[in-house]
Nanobody, 122 residues
Framework: QVQLVESGGGLVQAGASLRLSCAASGPYLNEYFMGWFRQAPGKESEFVGAIGYSGPSIGYPDSVKGRFTISRDNAKNIMFLQMNSLKPEDTAVYYC???????????????RGQGTQVTVSS
């Protein structure tokens, strides 16, 4: 059983940066791809990107490409989402998730954290 706990969300102004963390615990974490998703009110979940145990990070949608970067500290079992040049449309609950194979949809991930709120004011 893999457990995931996100942290680092908050309220920021447009143009600011935030770094989200996802602390993972459980067995065989080196076998899991880990990904980030976000869900804004009234909208479907959006895949933000993923990373394998040895990297690199992949799958950034155009909406975040060049602004968001996913990284992973395997020694500490933590995945990060560095978000720069934040925009009001980035406002959402951000979730991390883990899966044995690379997946681009929330439903394909076996484990998901409780989420952390990111709010970007204009």
């Amino acid at each position: 059983q893999v457990q995931l706990v996100e942290s680092g969300g908050g309220l920021v102004q447009a143009g600011a940066s935030l770094r989200l963390s996802c602390a993972a615990s459980g067995p065989y974490l080196n076998e899991y791809f880990m990904g980030w998703f976000r869900q804004a009110p009234g909208k479907e979940s959006e895949f933000v990107g993923a990373i394998g145990y040895s990297g690199p990070s992949i799958g950034y949608p155009d909406s975040v490409k060049g602004r968001f970067t996913i990284s992973r500290d395997n020694a500490k079992n933590i995945m990060f989402l560095q978000m720069n040049s934040l925009k009001p449309e980035d406002t959402a609950v951000y979730y991390c998730a883990a899966a044995k194979t690379l997946a681009l949809k929330t439903g394909d991930y076996a484990y998901r954290g409780q989420g952390t709120q990111v709010t970007v004011s204009s």
